[in-house]
């Protein structure tokens, strides 16, 4: 049972336009949400986080936002870089910090 | 600082054999530790975590086995591999204090043939 989704599997964007990547889940007992980005090859790496009290949480070029309402999650990267391609991952809690995964976005940042 | 350490990166075994495969973090202590499974194309998938030696939770049933002999060190099992088993497995550590914020090791691709 898939409960955290990334619907769309890659994403194709201009160095130094804004890179919008989505998170869709399905409990509403998820208290904690996660952005991580992962290289081949390598582990993930800790991105951004937020609790579920808040509705943004901001860290320099990268902003996520939570919608409880639409129980939705985004994750806003401004400028992109070249450095940023990469598959992004984003992951909820429902207990204790067990995470659950979405499937992963591709991101291309193109010259 | 912290880190975490993985061995071996790669591993190529035949159906039917031993697995193992070691984690360890530096720099903290008493951590909660994770394995987790990248299949490919796929989400990372939680299989063990624990919050002290001994201690061991499993998410999944599978052909797996998990264990933490130290406080630091995490390590995987398995008696005999199946084809399945083929995946990338990452470890990760978190502090008690957050268990939230999880920090990953660089993984084992692993393959049976």
């Known amino acids: 049972d898939q409960q955290v989704k990334q619907n769309s599997p890659s994403l194709s964007v201009q160095e130094g336009r804004i890179s919008i990547l989505n998170c869709d889940y399905t409990n509403s007992m998820f208290d904690y949400f996660l952005w991580y980005k992962k290289y081949p090859a390598e582990g993930p790496t800790f991105l951004i986080s937020i609790s579920s009290i808040k509705d943004k949480n901001e860290d320099g070029r990268f902003t996520v936002f939570l919608n409880k309402s639409a129980k939705h999650l985004s994750l806003h990267i401004v400028p992109s870089q070249p450095g940023d391609s990469a598959v992004y991952f984003c992951?909820?809690?429902?207990?204790?910090?067990?995470?659950?995964f979405g499937a992963g976005t591709q991101v291309v940042v193109t010259p | 600082s912290q880190t975490i350490h993985q061995w071996p990166a790669t591993l190529v075994q035949p159906v039917g054999s031993p697995l193992s495969l070691e984690c360890t973090v530096e720099g903290t202590s008493n951590p909660n530790l994770y394995w987790y499974r990248q299949a490919a194309g796929r989400g990372l998938q939680l299989l063990f975590y624990?919050?002290?030696?001994?201690?061991i939770s499993s998410e999944v049933p599978q052909n797996l086995s998990a264990s933490r002999p130290q406080d630091r060190q995490f390590i995987l099992s398995s008696k005999k591999l199946l084809l399945s088993d083929s995946g990338f497995y990452l470890c990760a550590w978190s502090g008690s204090a957050n268990p939230y914020e999880q920090y990953f090791g660089p993984g084992t691709r692993l393959t049976v043939t």
């Open positions: 624990s919050v002290g030696i001994g201690q």
């Open positions: 992951a909820a809690s429902l207990s204790w910090g067990k995470l659950q």
